[in-house]
């Protein structure tokens, strides 16, 4: 059983830069691979990134390479993405979820999620 938050959310401008952060609480928290998702108005729930347990393996949607960086520190219990040159296209409701499937990029692959954090960037 593990629960997630997450938080860092917020208003920013477009270039700017945000760092989310997934606090996760269970006897077994840091054993799960973690991935975070993102999910504008009337759009279906989208993988961003996603990032292993021991933190060797690690993936990036195409829309988000080389401006997001997924990250952890088991010692916290904690999960981050940093995102900069945030675009108006980033804006979106960002979730962070658990799975125990190695490379796992589906939203049917997650069984625990946190309950989101808006993200809003302005042009």
């Known amino acids: 059983q593990v629960k997630l938050v997450e938080s860092g959310g917020g208003l920013v401008q477009a270039g700017g830069s945000l760092r989310l952060s997934c606090a996760a609480s269970?006897?077994?928290?840091?054993?799960?691979?973690m991935g975070w998702f993102r999910q504008a108005p009337g759009k279906e729930r989208e993988f961003v990134a996603r990032?292993?347990?021991?933190?060797?393996?690690?993936y990036y949607a195409d829309s988000v390479k080389g401006r997001f960086t997924i990250s952890r520190d088991n010692a916290k219990n904690s999960v981050y993405l940093q995102m900069n040159s945030l675009e108006p296209e980033d804006t979106a409701f960002y979730y962070c979820?658990?799975?125990?499937?190695?490379?796992?990029?589906?939203?049917?692959?997650?069984?625990?999620w946190g309950q989101g954090t808006q993200v809003t960037v302005s042009s």
């Open positions: 269970g006897r077994t928290a840091s054993s799960y691979h």
């Open positions: 979820a658990a799975s125990l499937v190695l490379g796992a990029q589906k939203v049917g692959n997650y069984g625990y």
């Open positions: 990032i292993s347990w021991s933190g060797a393996d690690i």
